[in-house]
């Protein structure tokens, strides 16, 4: 910026005040906000006009004095310009501010420049070590990361060397207060009144300061303003008493002690939290409000285009209705049978008529929510009673999936006796006609009332248990999918992917599986498709999402991977895949996505752009190996791919179970 000289005497009094008055514009034009610059750096720049006036000042007077003369030059008569007045003043008084250094030129900087090799900071060619510094903190010494990971640390000197000094006022990337031994950081922190780096400059300082320049027991302090706004609002008045007293509020902070990964990963999930959330929205029971809503509309996808698997299921049914009709004096069978073609039917079922009520709601009616409903009941209660050796918990396949590490009380929702009491509550609370794994009052009008004028009375129950942990920030989450980390079980796998949980694995299905395989011999593609469909009908009455119904899969060996949005596609049978009502959910979905997620504002796309930015200045990577029919679709998911949400299906081996996905 360049100001130009006006001779006094050609102003009159009125253009000097605007004169005056063009000064707070001018300091406003050189204030430099956090921001990005072409490296995706998070650049930060002087916090408060006493900063900016120290920086332009060409004496570099102490800031908080500056500040104090500004307001008093302001309201005099004077025709000098600031920095003149102010000069003119000292010569007057013989009292002089104190004079900040401030280093401009490289040999000035290259003296404090810290440089890492070998897992060590070397200062001046010397390991570098503050534990003799007697500034401001003892043992400790300002320090400054550039634009370009160069570190400068400084012992700090209230009055003398501040954070501004380190690289002459400058926008840097990070900036605080650093402990070192030996070489070797002790404590990082963001310490800095001149610049109040925030959480994505600590972090980045962090992150681009090699690991191994850090002890083993180092410890990372982020200091936050409990009240930014008001402090500022407060410290840049033209009021001294009220500049005092925002000296006494900026004092007022939060302050966090932790260790590098644990600060690492809080820092993901804050970013996440505070500049994301119109992104990773979340529903009331923790699950990401898109996965939800996706696994909602490909469930009705899926079940509106039964006449791909219809085939499969009647054929199944046939198997039942036969096992139903050759025990037909069976009593025990025959009572089990009646009330549950009542609940299913709503019809009146007797002992007379049970049998051709049977044969039309198994083999001619096209309710399939029910059938598949009915599928439960009937391998769990009702095929013990025919047939005690096939029963499921004496079959080999049921005690291979049926495994701690899927079923203990851990992995699953509440206790098996509230569960139980929730499944025979009538109160409409508990009661649902809506579609999907989403809570009622979250899920989308078009859903809402999908149940209605169906076949009988079905009403299914929603359950929704929030999984205890805490969930880990998409950055984290994706690191675990990419890496295809096996968790020890399935709450741990839950928790580290950041899976929509509803309840855990599906239990009923280890029950129908089990006897399907060893006793139906269905085959392994057979399975699969059965699997498909039986996880959109748990998906659609709120059981179950579909991965707590697919995980059985992998304990038939089958393969599977999870790679956040689109591990269902390793489910989808290639005939659903090429299939027309498929193929108009794919084009469809993105806007029933941007209906009811909402759109960003501009300033939620700047926030977001720069979150994007500092991901990819810590290199994170986005994953792009889908195919060419799934890139399509991802960019109609418009909703996530102006969010830059990595999508992808990963690479998986079949092991000669499942044909390879079209």
């Given at each position: 910026?360049?100001f130009?000289?006006?001779?006094a ?7 000097h ?13 050189v ?9 995706s ?25 500056l ?41 000035e ?26 500034g ?13 990971n160069?570190l ?21 990337s ?5 402990k ?9 922190t963001?310490?800095?009144?001149h610049?109040?780096?925030g ?29 930014p706004?008001?402090?500022k609002?407060?410290?840049?008045s ?26 690492i ?12 959330k ?10 990401r409000?898109?996965n ?24 199944i ?10 025990n037909q004096?069976?009593?025990k ?12 039917t ?14 039309q ?35 080999a ?77 998409y ?20 928790i ?12 009923t ?8 395989k060893?006793?139906m ?9 059965y ?42 049978t ?35 752009q ?33 969010r ?19």
């Amino acid at each position: 910026m360049t100001f130009v000289k006006v001779k006094a005497d050609l102003l009159t009094p009125a253009q000097h005040l605007i004169a005056k008055q063009r000064w707070k514009k001018a300091l406003d034009a050189v204030r430099s906000n956090v921001r990005q610059d072409n490296a995706s750096v998070p650049l930060l720049g002087l916090s408060e006009t006493a900063y900016h006036l120290e920086k332009l000042d060409p004496q570099h007077r102490r800031g908080k004095n500056l500040i104090e003369e500004f307001n008093i030059w302001k309201k005099s008569n004077t025709t000098q310009n600031f920095f003149d007045w102010l000069n003119t003043k000292e010569e007057r008084t013989g009292k002089l501010l104190p004079r900040m250094v401030y280093r401009v030129s490289d040999e000035e900087r290259e003296k404090i420049h810290a440089q890492w090799r070998d897992g060590l900071l070397f200062l001046d060619g010397k390991p570098c070590d503050t534990t003799e510094y007697k500034g401001k903190i003892p043992g400790f010494a300002a320090y400054s990361l550039s634009a370009n990971n160069q570190l400068f640390l400084a012992e700090h000197q209230a009055r003398r060397d501040v954070h501004a000094s380190l690289q002459g006022g400058n926008r840097v990337s990070a900036t605080g207060m650093i402990k070192v031994k030996q070489g070797k950081i002790a404590v990082l922190t963001n310490f800095s009144g001149h610049y109040h780096p925030g959480l994505k400059n600590l972090v980045y300082a962090v992150k681009n300061i090699p690991a191994d320049c850090f002890l083993a027991d180092s410890k990372i302090v982020f200091q936050e303003l409990k009240f930014p706004r008001l402090t500022k609002w407060l410290r840049e008045s033209k009021y001294r008493f009220l500049r005092e007293i925002g000296g006494k509020v900026s004092k007022q902070f939060i302050e966090l002690t932790m260790s590098r990964k644990e600060f690492i990963s809080f820092a993901e999930k804050k970013l996440e939290k505070d500049n994301n959330k119109f992104i990773y929205k979340r529903d009331t029971k923790n699950n990401r409000y898109e996965n939800t809503l996706f696994e909602s509309h490909l469930a009705k996808a899926i079940l509106d285009n039964d006449e791909t698997w219809r085939p499969l299921i009647l054929k199944i049914n046939q198997w039942i209705y036969d096992i139903i009709k050759d025990n037909q004096q069976n009593k025990k069978m025959v009572s089990l049978i009646v009330d549950s073609l009542k609940e299913h039917t709503g019809l009146s079922v007797n002992k007379k008529n049970f049998l051709t009520i049977a044969e039309q709601f198994l083999l001619k009616s096209n309710n399939w929510v029910n059938l598949i409903l009915f599928h439960g009941i009937f391998f769990e209660k009702i095929y013990p009673k025919i047939d005690k050796e096939g029963a499921y918990y004496n079959l080999a396949a049921y005690k291979k999936i049926r495994t701690d590490d899927l079923f203990a009380p851990e992995n699953r929702g509440p206790t098996v006796s509230l569960k139980r009491g929730l499944d025979k509550c009538k109160h409409p609370f508990y009661r649902s006609s809506a579609w999907g794994i989403m809570p009622d009052v979250e899920t989308p009008a078009e859903l809402s009332h999908y149940f209605e004028n169906q076949p009988g009375e079905h009403r299914p129950s929603k359950y929704f248990y929030k999984l205890k942990g805490e969930r880990l920030s998409y950055e984290e989450a994706q690191k675990n999918r990419d890496s295809k980390h096996q968790a020890i079980t399935f709450r741990e796998e839950m928790i580290g992917r950041d899976i929509s949980f509803i309840s855990g694995a599906s239990g009923t299905t280890t029950k129908i599986i089990a006897p399907l395989k060893e006793k139906m011999n269905l085959t392994d593609i057979e399975l699969k498709e059965y699997l498909m469909v039986r996880g959109a009908v748990l998906t659609a009455c709120g059981h179950h999402s579909m991965y707590e119904c697919m995980i059985l899969a992998r304990k038939l060996e089958f393969s599977i991977e999870y790679n956040h949005g689109f591990y269902h596609n390793q489910f989808i049978t290639p005939a659903v895949r090429e299939s027309k009502p498929y193929k108009e959910f794919l084009d469809s979905y993105s806007s029933v996505a941007e209906a009811h997620i909402p759109k960003l504002s501009e300033n939620e796309t700047r926030m977001h752009q720069t979150y994007v930015n500092v991901q990819r200045a810590m290199g994170i990577k986005k994953i792009s190996n889908a195919s060419t029919n799934e890139k399509t679709f991802m960019s109609r998911f418009s909703f996530l791919t102006k969010r830059d949400t990595p999508y992808s299906v990963p690479e998986y081996e079949d092991k000669g179970h499942i044909n390879r996905p079209s």
